[in-house]
């Protein structure tokens, strides 16, 4: 219990942290958000002092009080779910993430357990022959795969498999982006549901493309090494069935180290959102964000970033969580 | 006189490594594959904006035109040449990328030796410091710095932000290579030799480090890619007809998906990006076998 509470408040601390560094980060940097908000609405014929106050509006904060009363601002701000309000929604920016949070969380989540899941099986086939032509495959595609950015995987998903062969491919409205067949209506019928899953799809294989190698090489190595264990051995010869060795005594053990690797690769699938959900024009954060930066609309920006650290945060705290529960050495450690 | 023969020798290793790292690089098909299309790329970068002309000009009639010897990749969407611009593009992408190597490995060098070698309180703060941007989103973030930036960024400024991003996943890594390394016995003879804590760092340390921090500036030129890239694709800075980001994100603009004809210009940066990547990861592999022997399969 004491284990649990000390990992709570080293995820709030680290949440606090993060939001500081940040602030503070951008604004010793040349020319500031407010400053540039401003000059945007300047340049789209506002004059000046409207301009100026129109972004005092939606600040939660005043940018002449010196560094610390901003911050104090913000922060009072932050806790009270005040995030400002969009310049080109014109909308609570709470309310945009609202709206966009569940979308993300349902891409992500669904593509991360597919991801994980594929890297597991296939990490541990490798595992037992290595070597392979798949063994040398994986061991470049993998690094390949991170390397290369999303939005190329995107595109190249849309047009192979939605143009080409036009397996997503509506005959009026060209591939299948967005986050629906907007010919229906939201409802919780049975059209509706299947129309979003069969919207999801592309944009998830894209996630699974870019993030499935990575979970293979984690697997393999620690497969490999668990192979390695006297307990293997040991369970092997009391003449155990091979099915119940793989699973339960190598399976289980390998799995293991790959949870605390899950916090990156988190952070890594989130900062891939903005990409994913740009080319498809599906309605998440990622998505907002992205179409909030040709409008210099910095307080969806920021408000967005927060939540994604926030989520990344408490993902990698309950990845943490049930890492030491079914490993239960690690509280001792 | 000594000085002279010092140099020579050095001159002589540095040939019979060059000479070795060929030797492995020819035997193993791929990783020289990767080579080749990094040094392409690099040549490129380096000569190809002075032989290749690019011309700005408009030319609607020239529209999305299908590859010819005029147009080896066709035009875009105002008739200019997609060839050129990737060639001029390459330029700046490889620039940032090898400043931003540069950046963030010595950051992440400095702190990271820091950590590992002084410990103590040092390490903790500095290691805490470091876990935090590890938690924190890296590309959101560059895109937060960057939306809050008015002016147009030269290559230096550009690679300084990031390699905000870069550094604490390496400082983390070059920390406890340096604190495993502080275990081995010849650092345990040279602290009884009473050799200074210099020495220990600079003469026994340092050099066991430099094929691992070789490694991770190729990692970081792949990582500066991937972000700079991205920065211009999603539209956070200034519009620059020639980088590869903004060609793909116009070529979407125009329509790309649905329309064949712009899939000349769609697809040549997408293509540049994947061979450049892929390059340098094969390359990396490449230069893993060499660094660590025990990869190394005698043939």
Redesign the interface.
Do not use: K
């Given at each position: 219990m004491r284990w649990v509470i000390r990992r709570l408040i080293t995820a709030a601390i680290?949440i606090f942290?993060?939001i500081t560094?940040?602030f503070f980060?951008?604004r010793v940097?040349?020319?500031?958000?407010i400053?540039?908000m401003v000059?945007q609405l300047i340049m789209q014929g506002l004059d000046p002092e409207e301009a100026y106050r129109r972004v005092l509006a939606i600040v939660p904060f005043v940018p002449t009080d010196p560094l610390w009363k901003q911050y104090i601002d913000y922060m009072r701000g932050v806790l009270s779910g005040d995030l400002g309000r969009s310049i080109l929604y014109a909308a609570p920016v709470t309310q945009i993430l609202i709206y966009g949070i569940p979308w993300t969380v349902f891409l992500i989540s669904i593509s991360l357990i597919i991801s994980f899941s594929l890297g597991i099986v296939l990490g541990m086939y490798i595992a037992y022959k290595r070597g392979g032509i798949l063994d040398r495959f994986f061991?470049?595609f993998s690094?390949?795969t991170r390397?290369?950015?999303p939005?190329?995987i995107a595109?190249?998903v849309?047009?192979i498999l939605?143009?080409q062969l036009k397996l997503f491919w509506d005959p009026y409205r060209?591939?299948i982006?967005g986050p629906y067949d907007p010919r229906l209506k939201p409802g919780f019928t049975l059209e509706f549901i299947s129309s979003v899953f069969y919207y999801a799809t592309l944009p998830i294989l894209s996630y699974v493309l870019t993030t499935f190698g990575i979970w293979v090489l984690q697997m393999k190595s620690s497969t490999v090494s668990v192979l390695g264990e006297y307990y293997i051995m040991a369970a092997e010869a009391r003449g155990l069935p091979e099915r119940r060795i793989v699973i339960s005594y190598v399976g289980r053990n390998a799995i293991l180290p790959l949870f605390t690797s899950l916090?990156?690769a988190i952070?890594?699938i989130?900062?891939?959102s903005?990409?994913i959900e740009?080319?498809f024009s599906y309605p998440g954060i990622g998505r907002y964000?992205?179409a909030s930066?040709?409008g210099?609309d910095?307080m969806v920006?920021?408000g967005?970033?927060l939540i994604?650290?926030i989520a990344?945060?408490l993902s990698?705290l309950i990845a943490d969580l049930l890492y030491s529960k079914l490993d239960p050495r690690i509280r001792f450690r | 006189m000594i000085n002279v023969s010092k140099y020579k020798r050095l001159l002589s290793s540095t040939i019979t490594n060059i000479k070795f790292f060929f030797k492995v690089l020819r035997r193993n098909r791929v990783s020289f594959a990767g080579f080749l299309i990094v040094l392409a790329f690099i040549i490129m970068a380096a000569i190809g904006p002075e032989i290749v002309q690019y011309e700005r000009g408009v030319d609607i009639r020239k529209r999305f035109l299908p590859p010819s010897w005029e147009h080896p990749l066709g035009t875009d969407y105002a008739g200019r040449d997609t060839f050129a611009q990737i060639v001029h593009g390459s330029r700046e992408v490889l620039i940032v990328a090898f400043l931003t190597a540069a950046f963030t490995t010595t950051v992440a060098f400095v702190i990271g030796i820091a950590s590992g070698f002084i410990g103590g309180k040092v390490d903790v703060v500095m290691m805490t410091f470091a876990d935090i941007f590890l938690t924190i989103p890296s590309f959101p973030l560059l895109l937060i710095i960057v939306t809050s930036l008015r002016k147009i960024l030269s290559p230096i400024e550009m690679a300084a932000i990031l390699s905000i991003v870069g550094w604490p996943a390496l400082a983390r890594a070059i920390r406890s290579q340096v604190l495993s390394i502080k275990e081995r016995e010849f650092i345990e003879s040279a602290v009884c030799l009473g050799l200074s804590k210099t020495h220990i760092l600079f003469g026994e340390i340092l050099p066991n480090l430099l094929p691992y921090i070789f490694m991770n500036l190729i990692l970081s030129v792949i990582g500066a890619i991937y972000s700079q890239v991205g920065l211009y694709f999603i539209g956070a800075l200034p519009f620059n007809a020639t980088n590869w980001g903004v060609m793909i994100q116009a070529a979407l603009n125009q329509g790309a998906l649905v329309n064949p004809r712009v899939w000349w210009y769609l697809l040549s940066p997408l293509a540049c990006i994947i061979l450049i990547q892929t390059g340098f990861i094969l390359f990396m592999h490449a230069l893993e076998e060499i660094f660590n022997p025990r990869l190394r399969t005698e043939a």
């Open positions: 680290t942290a993060s560094i940040v980060l951008i940097m040349p020319g500031n958000p400053d540039v000059a061991s470049v690094s390949v390397a290369i950015p939005y190329v595109v190249l849309i047009i939605g143009v060209g591939p982006i916090a990156i952070g890594h989130f900062s891939g903005v990409f740009t080319v964000i992205s930066i040709g210099r910095y920006i920021s967005c970033f994604i650290t990344v945060v990698n | -």
